[in-house]
Each structure stands twice: as structure tokens, then as C-alpha cells.
């Protein structure tokens, strides 16, 4: 077969054994161009795109990068394997960091495999990536994707009804609220309880609310009763 009208054959074993070396010995471009002649050849090359991947970001080529990563990633996505696909979508997120659809899809492939721990170290390292307040959509879904494996995690909770105070929806930051106020008293959870309750009076400050979050130094844990309008308020 020749390669680019001229009088040389396509060799694949060959072209990526010459690759190789290239890469071994830190010529990374060179490496690049050899690799290129396979995509010139077979574009949907899976294997070379993992390889070339990697060279690309390290050669400042961004956009090829990304391209050659999407490619990898859906082929891993497709065929099941996780382990490498997670591996990919770390190397994407050293492109942009603020990919919200990677860090999610890393969490989702963690829980496929019920490992929520790793989900949540991973999604709680994401939190550094969304911190700016032109992120506040971006960091409300991180937080929800948290509280959907892990409702019970308080720091999650406060931070999801921070940032949905931030984007102005009121209504849903006070309806969770109430929500935490309510479940962490059944639980006879003091230090969230009362955390709560400093957060109602902190965001709907009124005589009930203030009463409210004084009395809860001094008492244990017990739910606001039905006919309070605390809630209601926020």
C-alpha cells in the first residue's frame, strides 16, 4: 500500500516501531509524525490515538489532543473497561479541569463499580475546580451528584444550600433547609442540628429563627414543630 502518493509502502509495524524509539528517546514530535502516517491511514486507529494522545499534550497541540482522547475514551466507555477509561479522562482533565461531563463520568463509573469512596474523593477534588462564582452551575452539580450516593453527607448538604443561595434560588436553598433541620433532630444529631439551625437564622434572620438556633445551645435535638413558619420564610 502506498503512503501518501509516493513510492513507499505502508508498513504499520513498522511506522510504530519507529515511533517508539522516537518517543523513548524524548523526540516527541518526530514520534508525532509517525504516528500521524497511521491515522493518515486509518483515522479511527484506537490504539495509536492512546498513544499519540498523550505526546500531543505534551507538545502543546491541545485541540489534537482532545480529539484523539475523545476517541480513546468512548472506545474504552464502550467496551467496559473502566479502569482505563477513568485513566483517560484524568489525562483530559489535565486539559481543562473544569470539565464538568469527565469529573462526572469519573464518579459514575466509580459507583458502577460501588466504590463510593473513590467517587467522592474524586468529586470532593473537583470542588477546587468550580470555586469562582461563574461556576456556581457547575459547583451546584457537583454537590447534587454528591448527595444522589450520599445524602447523609452534612458537608455536602451545607455546601449545596450555600451555593443555591448564591444563585439566587431561595425557595430550594429554605425547602432543604428545613429538610436538614428536620432529619439530622431525628437523629438525635446535635452538632448538625445545630449547625442547621445556625444556617436558618443565618439566611432568614427573624425572631423564630434566632430563638431558635439560642435555644439549640442549650437543648437536645428536636425538630422544628409543624406550626413554625421558619421555613417558610426562606
Not at 118 to 124: K, Q, T, V
Not at 156 to 161: D, G, K, P, T, W
Amino acid at each position: 500500500m502506498k503512503l501518501f502518493g509516493r513510492t513507499d509502502y505502508y508498513d504499520r509495524s513498522e511506522i510504530l516501531r519507529t515511533a517508539e524509539k522516537c518517543r523513548a528517546r524524548g523526540r516527541i514530535r518526530k514520534a508525532i509524525r509517525e504516528y500521524e502516517k497511521v491515522l493518515a491511514v486509518d483515522p479511527q486507529d484506537i490504539e495509536v490515538h492512546s498513544k499519540v494522545g498523550p505526546l500531543y499534550i505534551r507538545a502543546g497541540r491541545k485541540d489534537q489532543a482532545k480529539a484523539s482522547l475523545k476517541r480513546v475514551i468512548a472506545w474504552y466507555d464502550k467496551q467496559g473497561y473502566v479502569e482505563k477509561t477513568i485513566a483517560m479522562l484524568r489525562l483530559a482533565l489535565t486539559l481543562d479541569r473544569r470539565d464538568l461531563a469527565a469529573h462526572l463520568r469519573i464518579a459514575d463509573l466509580y459507583l458502577g463499580k460501588t466504590l463510593e469512596g473513590d467517587a467522592l474523593r474524586h468529586l470532593e477534588g473537583a470542588r477546587r475546580s468550580f470555586r469562582r462564582k461563574r461556576f456556581l452551575r457547575e459547583a451546584i452539580a457537583v454537590e447534587e451528584k454528591i448527595l444522589s450516593f450520599a445524602p447523609d453527607n452534612f458537608r455536602a448538604q451545607v455546601r449545596y444550600v450555600r451555593r443555591l443561595w448564591k444563585a439566587g434560588r431561595r425557595r430550594e436553598a429554605g425547602e432543604r433547609l428545613w429538610q436538614m433541620e428536620s432529619q439530622w433532630a431525628l437523629r438525635r444529631n446535635k452538632r448538625y442540628w445545630r449547625k442547621t439551625r445556625w444556617l436558618l437564622f443565618r439566611h432568614a434572620p427573624s425572631l423564630p429563627s434566632s430563638w431558635g438556633y439560642f435555644i439549640s445551645l442549650f437543648t437536645s435535638p428536636v425538630a422544628y414543630g409543624p406550626e413554625s413558619k421558619v421555613g417558610r420564610r426562606l
